[in-house]
């Protein structure tokens, strides 16, 4: 069985894509409503995880349901989600391989590229006081407590599920600043969210084309606003590819031996 880490897009398609090639695969997502999605997409054929697994839930997962090959598709900026599954892989001498969308290309000038939602905190209170959150639920306290935004105005764009929102306002959100919408998003609707709320200054990352980092770039260009750009974090795979051929090729190749 393969086993696909799915947090996102790319994720349930590659899910989807080796069932339809005849492989048996388990998915495993971070939420139920990533649990939904996964499940509209591949049915009742593809065996999903929904709850968290650090190395050693990881590594005992696996050896339960006989994986014979995991393909990394977590989120771009789950560091810790990838360095678990390289581990647990090796601990296991079960392949791994890591698909990594491509990143958006950074044409637009008034981007400053940051290497920590710290930096990027600090970067954001520097370019103005109205700053437009595009970077999740999960790591929204450590700008809401930054001491470089005490004195900012923060909004937060979220996923609209009850959890996520119980997040924004664990954080210190209130209904005012949370804009709760699934996307895509296109460079439309980016610009009059920006102008509705006024932003002055957005901080987001690089989630690549199908993360809608391109219309948000595109947005912020007509308006003339700054960009914080969180950079992904850097690790060492064993194998990484762009592409979903790529995978298949990796799985028969595995399968073969």
Do not use: W
């Not at 998915?27 to 409503?33: F, L, M």
């Not at 005490?150 to 954080?171: G, H």
Request: aromatic share 8%; net charge negative.
């Amino acid at each position: 069985m393969i086993f696909v880490v799915a947090g996102t897009q790319d994720g349930r398609e590659i899910a989807k894509m080796l069932l339809e090639k005849g492989y048996d695969v388990a998915a495993s997502v971070v939420s139920r409503y990533g649990g939904e999605l996964l499940a509209h997409a591949c049915g009742q054929k593809c065996l999903i995880n929904d709850k968290p697994l650090d190395e050693a839930a990881l590594q005992a997962y696996m050896q339960e349901h006989d994986i014979s090959l995991l393909v990394d598709a977590s989120h771009p900026y789950a560091a810790n989600v990838s360095a678990n599954a390289i581990k647990a892989c090796a601990a296991l001498d079960i392949p791994y391989i890591r698909y990594e969308r491509d990143l958006a290309e950074l044409t637009y000038d008034k981007i400053a590229v940051v290497h920590s939602y710290e930096e990027a905190a600090q970067a954001a209170a520097n370019l103005g006081r109205k700053i437009f959150l595009t970077t999740g639920s999960r790591n929204l306290e450590k700008f809401v407590q930054s001491p470089a935004l005490q004195e900012c105005e923060l909004t937060a764009r979220v996923l609209p599920t009850a959890e996520v929102i119980d997040l924004c306002e664990k954080a210190g959100l209130d209904a005012g600043h949370i804009v709760a919408l699934q996307g895509p998003f296109s460079k439309a609707l980016n610009v009059e969210l920006f102008r509705k709320y006024e932003a002055e200054v957005i901080i987001t990352k690089n989630s690549g084309t199908i993360g809608g980092t391109d219309t948000k770039f595109a947005a912020a260009a007509e308006l003339g606003l700054p960009i914080v750009l969180i950079n992904r974090p850097k690790l060492a795979y064993p194998r990484l590819t762009h592409t979903y051929a790529e995978i298949l090729d990796f799985a028969q190749e595995c399968y073969r031996k």
